[in-house]
Antibody
Framework: QVQLVQSGAEVKKPESSVKVSCKASGGTFSSDAINWVRQAPGQGLEWVGRIIPMYDTTNYAEKFQGRVTITADESTNTAYMELSSLISEDTAIYYC??????????????WGRGTLVTVSS | QSVLTQPPSASGTPGQRVTISCSGSHSNIAANTVNWYQQLPGTAPKLLIYSDNQRPSGVPDRFSGSKSGTSASLAISGLQSEDEADYYCASWDDSLNGVFGGGTKLTVL
């Protein structure tokens, strides 16, 4: 049974950075892709990026290029998403999700419970 | 503004059949598979349909997906009160971006 356990809620000041973790168990962490998706309050889902730990390859949404870094530690089966230069509009729940096959069959069969990141001065 | 276009709302009465549309382009829906997610209030999204029309284990066969060209649809037959949720379509785009629809809020009247 695949489980994705995310780190706890964060409150950050504008212009600072946040790093959220996602620890996987029960699957094949190295070969699966881990994606990050965010949801602002009352809004829809927005893809942030993905990583395949085995190859250390990443894809980032154009909107976040230069501001987001996704990494993975195969020794602990943990993926990380770091977002810098935070603004109030980055306030959202950040989900990690497993993508077992990758494009063109890009879908998320398991999700973490989400991490609320609040950006406020 | 989402890359994939969904109606913001849909509704139906118990037992009815409801469809939700998702419109995209040649670089996403036409070129890659479409997936649908159900999100109940206060919870993480759940995979409902993958690879255009496949149901994960445990998803009732009341839910079905279809795709034609640059559009896809989710159909829910025998509508039940517990189907009241937000529904999102998603697909990979050949620009190397994942894309979502804006979401459809389904109300069971």
């Amino acid at each position: 049974q695949v489980q994705l356990v995310q780190s706890g809620a964060e409150v950050k000041k504008p212009e600072s950075s946040v790093k959220v973790s996602c620890k996987a168990s029960g699957g094949t962490f190295s070969s699966d892709a881990i994606n990050w998706v965010r949801q602002a309050p009352g809004q829809g889902l927005e893809w942030v990026g993905r990583i395949i730990p085995m190859y250390d390859t990443t894809n980032y949404a154009e909107k976040f290029q230069g501001r987001v870094t996704i990494t993975a530690d195969e020794s602990t089966n943990t993926a990380y998403m770091e977002l810098s230069s935070l603004i109030s509009e980055d306030t959202a729940i950040y989900y990690c999700a497993r993508d077992p096959l990758g494009p063109p069959y890009w879908y998320f069969d398991h999700w973490g419970r989400g991490t609320l990141v609040t950006v406020s001065s | 503004q989402s890359v994939l276009t969904q109606p913001p709302s849909a509704s139906g009465t118990p037992g009815q059949r409801v469809t939700i549309s998702c419109s995209g382009s040649h670089s996403n829906i036409a070129a890659n598979t479409v997936n649908w997610y159900q999100q109940l209030p206060g919870t993480a999204p759940k995979l409902l349909i993958y690879s255009d029309n496949q149901r994960p284990s445990g998803v009732p066969d009341r839910f079905s997906g279809s795709k034609s060209g640059t559009s896809a649809s989710l159909a829910i037959s025998g509508l039940q009160s517990e189907d009241e949720a937000d529904y999102y379509c998603a697909s990979w785009d050949d620009s190397l971006n994942g894309v979502f629809g804006g979401g459809t809020k389904l109300t069971v009247l």
